[in-house]
């Protein structure tokens, strides 16, 4: 395992974190929460029916003894959490129509993080990106002074890492939410031990194309040193300015970036979504995502396609974000 994955276990061991897992019929999802429950990890929160969740470990030879598994038909807290929701959602569901929202395990399960029960959700295995991302919009919301959650990837070959964003949610960024996405990266950058320099990535550098794309990323490389000065931020760059220090020598003198970005803000989705892919296929790095920030508590979301080792880094990268 990486240096990445073993700098997150030793920041959560002996935390006692919990983290719920709304897919506890998933082979996947069991043997993964298995392994993290043996390594003394992470306390697992599964949803669904008893009965059936212990026929499944037993079918795949899983212990879980350590487990918490909540009913959604059956939690002694339903009122609690139906109240909660109400008054969260502001008028938008009555207390009928959140006790048969909270039945959905995506919900219920967002409820628990939302309510302190629980430090963080990981799903998506078997539901759509909506179905993990929406629940986590309505009730826990993005940080205060963020106005979007994004999608990175930490790009992992060895010993190098590196941050990609937004490669998951935003299709169409403005400067704005570039400027948002920027900050909130290097902010997740350092939680992997990775001092954030950020480059703001164009098909330009410096102004040496003029267009509505280039100007909006110049536009975003203003706005958030405005907001945050303290970050090593800059752009707009082409990649290879941003990442080889003789490009960047030539084309970006007086920057403060020399070649030696490791955060990477793509202007669109279809940028990053492409450019990560790339890294992962032709430049043999590991991606690890995505991951969402800029939520008040954390909620992650795997891929259909994911197997046993995605989901167990994801709980350890959903831990270590509730930290």
Do not use: W
Not at 58 to 85: C, N, T
Not at 217 to 226: H, L, P, Y
Not at 268 to 287: C, D, H, T
């Amino acid at each position: 395992m990486s240096d990445l994955f073993t700098g997150l276990k030793e920041k959560i061991s002996g935390r006692e974190l919990k983290i719920v897992f709304p897919e506890s019929l998933d082979e996947r999802i069991l043997k993964a929460v298995a392994r993290l429950m043996q390594e003394k990890l992470v306390t697992p929160i599964l949803l669904g029916n008893m009965e059936q969740i212990q026929a499944r470990a037993r079918e795949f030879d899983v212990s879980l003894e350590a487990a918490e598994i909540y009913d959604p038909q059956k939690y002694p807290g339903m009122d609690e959490l139906v109240a909660a929701f109400v008054e969260r959602r502001k008028g938008k569901a009555t207390e009928a129509e959140a006790r048969e929202i909270l039945q959905d395990v995506n919900y219920f399960g967002t409820m628990l993080v939302y309510m302190n029960k629980a430090v963080g959700l990981v799903s998506g295995a078997t539901h759509s990106t909506a179905d993990t991302v929406r629940p986590a919009l309505q009730i826990i919301k993005t940080k205060e002074g963020v106005k979007k959650t994004s999608g990175v990837f930490i790009m992992v070959r060895g010993d190098e890492k590196y941050v990609f964003a937004d490669c998951a949610i935003n299709i169409a960024p403005d400067s704005q939410d570039l400027a948002e996405i920027a900050l909130e990266s290097a902010k997740t950058a350092a939680m992997f031990d990775i001092e954030p320099r950020v480059a703001m990535l164009s098909f330009s550098t410096k102004g040496s194309a003029k267009s509505e794309e280039t100007e909006r990323v110049a536009a975003a490389v203003a706005e958030a040193k405005r907001r945050d000065p303290s970050v090593v931020l800059d752009g707009e760059f082409q990649f290879d300015a941003a990442f080889v220090p003789s490009v960047a020598k030539s084309k970006a003198p007086g920057s403060v970036i020399q070649g030696d970005a490791n955060v990477f803000i793509f202007p669109s989705l279809e940028a990053g979504n492409i450019g990560y892919k790339i890294a992962q296929r032709l430049g043999g790095f590991e991606a690890v995502g995505p991951i969402l920030q800029g939520l008040n508590r954390p909620v992650n979301d795997l891929s259909r396609g994911c197997n046993e080792e995605d989901v167990y880094k994801l709980a350890l990268i959903t831990a270590a974000q509730g930290l």
